[in-house]
């Protein structure tokens, strides 16, 4: 972090909206664009009073064009400006799918590094609301194959903060997935501009006998996991990863290489997503340190069911973490 | 151009039960009984209507987010449960979806309801197969989307007007322009303000109506009916129109726009007006509102009474022919 | 297998045709959809001579429009027919990313079971040609984690033939994978009708000491690496996926818990994509059984550039499994 | 309308370069020293020294397969090289995108070249960002995007299109209709076999040209390029063309068409007339032709010579500030 200063109590919401309001202060290239983002302050407020101060031209209201939101930002970053497009849904990346990893993603490399593309995706990912198939999603497995991208994924108010103002810093196209669990979880955050470093996993809880890695809003269930495990003796490690891709390998094999045992555990299904990737890096890399195969604690294979209590069984939760470690213990 | 009279009150009791079913259900969801997002359809009743008025069973609807009211009526008039529609929306074992689906997701084929796709617009490139599917096998069906203003913006309206041009497939594209994109209104968003005139460019019958003027919508739809089921390709009707509901919660429209539209312009009392002109009692109508709103209490009830679905479900329908493992 | 007859040598491309020809002869709701697969028959030729027999009606060229191409094959399906699309390079399936991954993936499910949608989405994929970044990708990875969808890989002719057919046959939505440099390739292909039944790997080559498991056109090269070996008297397994998802874990893991090495080989980059899934499932289900970590061989994490020497650098072959194997054998 | 005798000359002389350009890399792709695909914009070569006579090389334009030589034309125009073009075809370290890119992302921002994009037509909302920042800061560019009719078929056509009249955006749509994408005619394709009839739903001018006739076509960017320039928002120009190319190497059209345009309205033979029409002799121009072809040939020679990129360049640059680790 730099020059954080003094400390008080925000909303995630409140922490990314305080990100876009410093930003666009010191960096007029900076400008955000997307659906009833203006006047309305996006669909979870995340933009709410910006419209005010930075009027129409800075804080875009577009149609409903996802394609051409992030081709925008594209677009307008090769010509050096800092656009934060809002993707209302992180289900609806497939429709700007093309745009995101055969354009942005490669931009840098296939032009010989002639272009940059220093744009943000923000995005509303994860479930547990009631949302249906198409607005619960966690996407980022969608997004683990795709060099040329980063996706980054806060669990904490100040984290969001931080590593949004980063994000646009950032010279590379970022994803950014904001956990619709976690907008209204409040949380320190440090007044003024700072950045939080991407590509940099958080330990937020030292333990020596299991890693649980993980990120968004399964931080806080693994941290709530933690406790009940502790009272049984059990000391566990939780590592927020705070960026997905590229992520902070070296962080989790130093702690799992100390533990031996590893829980990883993400909301998107098991089958091929980050889970996977995290599973098989820690597997090959701490080989000889496992006490225990690595164990994955996912949602279910399946799409995401709009009625409540079928939702709950196919998302992992506390409980399941708590399943997870216990299997690495036996 | 003048509808019968019995039409004309069949069609005002089917905007009466849309209405119902859409303040019945938007209490419910105020009282925390119905989960996820709710986009209700007040205000468009006329357009509901008069769509559910000439799809048949065996044509194919793609409803919008608005459309619980389209799909209830298509349930009654198909011979299945528009309580099931309620059902769906509660996340009930019993709605047409078992309650995976939810508003966004509500289907019945046995009644021609293809179901939502809540990615907004995704389901105009989705009718085209199944015109083409018809069209192939010379069955004289009618596929259609109904899609808001605002959708219009998605790059597959191009791909879709275009695509039932060249193949002259049997699609009604449906637009129901109300003025708005959640906040955004469609002068904002489009080229034009009049859906159409982005839609005549590709050479197939475009029509602007009156979306709250029942006579008007329920002619102009039974036209472009007409115009598909002999075999002439598509058809592109907007619907001018306004919702009532504003950001989920808050209004953040004109007063004197509000007014307009709630007050002078209120399909239901267009309908009643035109009913009394042609001497309906307004105690007849009354009747009518009473019946449907019992109706729509006894689904809201019937929807609560039933059970959630089965844990079992919930891995259920993956894949055909492979199981996946529950945890 | 079903119904096999006599065995003759045809090409990839030539046993695909054959297995369009055959469904289509055998049932009227097959059809075929795409960009200049009429007349031309397609830009690799698969879909040859089929406009002639079938007729314009079955055999559609489309517009440019890949999100409708595959949108039409979700409407049709729903509806009882099968359609067959081709998107001419996979690496354009950025263009329907959305259709396939929310529409035609989670309709079964999010419909409880109401719709069906039996399409098959072939497309050319993979690198070694001088392609470039938009035409050479292994695209897999973007759907490792999608839940609802078949991707199914052929290595062979005969395969090619027999699960395209399957796939068609099929009534889940799959995404055939047909990579460019095995089009050329001859192998014996029966006559007549069958289908090879997808979800079932097949094991190329028996061995004691290492099992690599891949897919496509490394599928060849694994085996002129096991070639290699053999004359050093280590004997590898070679295993070839066949469908990539879901995949056939029972027979990996019987091999690798046989062998107690195991090699991963993917054109794809190596994080979050096919490699890892497969890393991590193996690490878990051999814990124990293996006696060094899993190897992935893959490509590199770039996108793919167009100039030769470069491209070589960055996708992977025979020698780098065999460098694969020689490290697992340490 | 007349154009001045030098200015067409010069006309003349960047179409020669332009079909010289194209022979002389068919010749070598034949011959296997060029890899990967390649798409041949003989036929065309009056569209492409229309645009770049008044693309400015702080302007942007974004090419499509087709445009080596309108590449090579704003590398001699703006400073640039020429050679680096074709080295870039080559996959040599030279090329403007050191090789990495090919024919399908050959760029060059110092000489306004933004780069294709393989995947047709992605770039039509990618020019919209561009043009959105200049806007913004006030800077009186135009960002244009070269099109082929096929192209069109894609959504993002309908989604630029309505973006860039609703913000009343810089960009000049430039769209080759030649007739074909691929192996399917215009007419199988679209619902107007007219592109500026799909064009025109959106308000803003658009005009269908003789793009084989430099006079016409280089008057016609002109009038585009000044509205744009002037702030009043984008313009749509269609150029009816032809592309000698068949589809790779066969030829599939009707023998009366491959005459028409081969013979009576080749670009450069109407370019011939004209200029002797004007006193300009066939010796002339047949020394401008040498000439511009023994360029091209030393380019040849130049990509030939160099070398290809270093081993480094294959995990190089793809992110910004992190290495990605060889093998
Ligand atoms: C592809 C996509 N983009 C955005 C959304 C979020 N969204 C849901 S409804 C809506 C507004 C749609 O406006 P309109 O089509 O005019 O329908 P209305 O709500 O006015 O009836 C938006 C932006 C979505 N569901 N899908
Ligand atoms: C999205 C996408 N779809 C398909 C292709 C394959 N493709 C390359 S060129 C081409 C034809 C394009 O036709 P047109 O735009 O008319 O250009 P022309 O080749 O006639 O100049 C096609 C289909 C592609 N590169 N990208
Ligand atoms: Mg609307
Ligand atoms: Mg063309």
Sequence with gaps: MTTAEAVRVRTYVQALNEALDLAMTRDPSVFLLGEDIGRMGGDFGVTRGLFDKFGAERVRDTPLSEAAIVGICVGAAMVGMRPVAEIMFADFLGECYDQLVNNAAKMHYMFDGQFKAPLVVRTAAGGGFGGGPHHSQSVEGWFMNVPGLVVVAPATPADAKGLLAASIENDNPVLFLEHKGLYRVKGDVPEGYYTTPLCRAAVRREGRDVTIVTAMKLVHDALAAAEVLAQEGIEAEVIDLRTVRPYDAETLVASVRKTGRAVVATEAPKMGGLAAELSATLSEECFGYLKAPVVRVSGLDTPIPFSVPLEKLILPGKDDILAGVRQTMQ | ?327
Tied chains: 1, 3.
Excluded at chain 2, 123 to 134: D, I, K, N, P, S
Excluded at chain 2, 153 to 176: D, T
């Design chain 2, 1 to 327: 151009m003048s509808i019968d009279i019995e039409v004309l009150m069949e069609l005002y009791r089917d905007m009466s039960l849309v209405r119902a079913f859409e303040l019945g259900l938007e209490r419910e969801f105020k009282r925390g009984a119905v989960p996820g997002m709710l986009h209700i359809g007040v205000g468009q009743e006329a357009t509901q209507a008069a769509l559910a008025a000439h799809l048949r069973a065996d044509d194919a609807f793609f409803p919008d987010h608005r459309c619980h009211g389209l799909n209830a009526l298509a349930e009654e008039k198909h011979g299945g449960e528009g309580r099931r529609i309620m059902a769906e929306l509660f996340g009930r074992a019993t709605g047409v979806s078992g309650g995976k689906g939810g508003s966004l997701h509500s289907a019945n084929p046995a009644v021609g309801n293809f179901g939502d796709n809540a990615i907004e617009g995704s389901f105009m490139v989705t009718v085209l197969g199944v015109a083409l599917a018809w069209k192939m096998r010379g069955e004289p069906r009618v596929a259609c989307c109904v899609i808001g203003d605002g959708t219009v913006g998605r790059g597959e309206f191009h791909e879709s007007l275009n695509m039932a041009k060249i193949w002259q497939l049997p699609v009604l594209y449906a637009c129901v322009n109300n003025g708005y994109a959640i906040s955004t209104p469609v002068a904002a968003s489009h080229a034009s303000g009049d859906i159409v005139d982005m839609a005549r460019g590709y050479g197939f019958p475009c029509k602007q109506v009156d979306g709250n003027d029942i006579e008007v919508a329920y002619a102009a739809v039974q036209e472009a009916v007409a115009h598909i089921r002999a075999g002439n390709g598509p058809y592109f009707l907007e619907f001018k129109t306004w919702r009532w509901q504003g950001i989920f919660s808050g209004e953040f429209r004109p007063a004197e726009e509000v007014r307009y539209w709630k007050e002078d312009h209120d399909p239901l009392k267009l309908a009643r007006q035109a009913l009394s002109a042609r001497g309906v009692t307004g105690a007849d109508l009354d009747r009518v509102d009473a019946e449907v709103k019992a109706d729509v209490e006894s689904w809201i009830q019937f929807s609560k009474d039933s059970p959630m679905p089965e844990a079992a479900k919930a891995v259920a329908d993956v894949y055909v022919g492979w199981e996946v493992k529950p945890r």
